[in-house]
């Protein structure tokens, strides 16, 4: 059988009922005051508002060179390319100087001259000429150019004497010492006269004002037409210490010409020694 229960009210109302407050109501909160959750935020037209990261490229991988190929880098083919011209170069100094590359190269530092097959004298007005072979001594004086732009000639009256032309070097310095003289004259040979009669391998000897003799050695006797003298290889050529003796030859036509021919003694320098 159920047990009725009888409602408390009034007085019968337990302590710890009767004890607690009745619950407080909270105002609203004034207006303009966001409760809850925020809002979201305003979309941007044409962009989202988060963009999810984009995963980045791979770098590809670098074409394999074919086997047995390596691609050889430009810088260093310039490099090579720029040292075989600087060799080549130095090859070609070499040869026109006699200096001893591996010594150049290899940094030794050395106070005397480079050798030569041939002695080089300094600067000095010549003052004799000997021509043991054709019984020649014969003082020398200086001549210029004539007015007709040719090299000069001693005057008459001094025709057994030598002339050496001023303009260009000195016998023993590099380059083609021009020494010239008369033939003959209406009395008689001049300094000149046997000049053709030289033979090649005959010596020439020079004293010069410096108190030192140039030895040549003739390399060979050549007669040119006056009107086709090769200039060039006569008064141009400056590849050693070379000497030219030159006078007139051939056929008398008279005139401005007188001889045909130019006789061209040329020698080269081969010894020096003091007077």
Known sequence: ????????????????????????????PPPGTITGPLPPPPSVPGRPPFRAPQPRPRPKDP??????????????????????????????????????????????????????????????????????SI?????????????????????LKRHNEAGWFDGGPSPGQFGPALIVGHADTRTGPSVFYDLPKLKPGQRIEVLRADNSVAIFEINSVEHFDKGKLPVQRVYGDFSRPSLRLMTCGGKWVGGKTGYQDNVVVFASLVETRKA
């Open 63 to 132: 074409p394999r060179p074919i086997r047995g190929k390596r691609p050889w880098p430009v810088g260093l083919i310039v490099l090579a390319l720029v040292f075989l011209g600087l060799f080549m170069v130095a090859m070609g100094i070499g040869a026109a100087t006699s200096i001893d590359l591996p010594d150049l190269f290899g940094g030794k530092a050395s106070a005397e001259p480079p050798p030569r097959a041939f002695p080089v004298l300094d600067p000095s007005r010549p003052e004799r000429l000997t021509i043991p």
């Open 1 to 28: 059988m159920a047990r009725r229960q009888t409602p408390v009210t009034g007085s019968r109302m337990p302590e710890s009922v009767l004890r607690k407050q009745p619950a407080q109501v909270i105002a609203a």
């Open 135 to 155: 019984k020649v001594e014969a003082p020398i004086l200086d001549v210029g150019l004539a007015t007709d732009g040719s090299v000069g000639v001693p005057p």
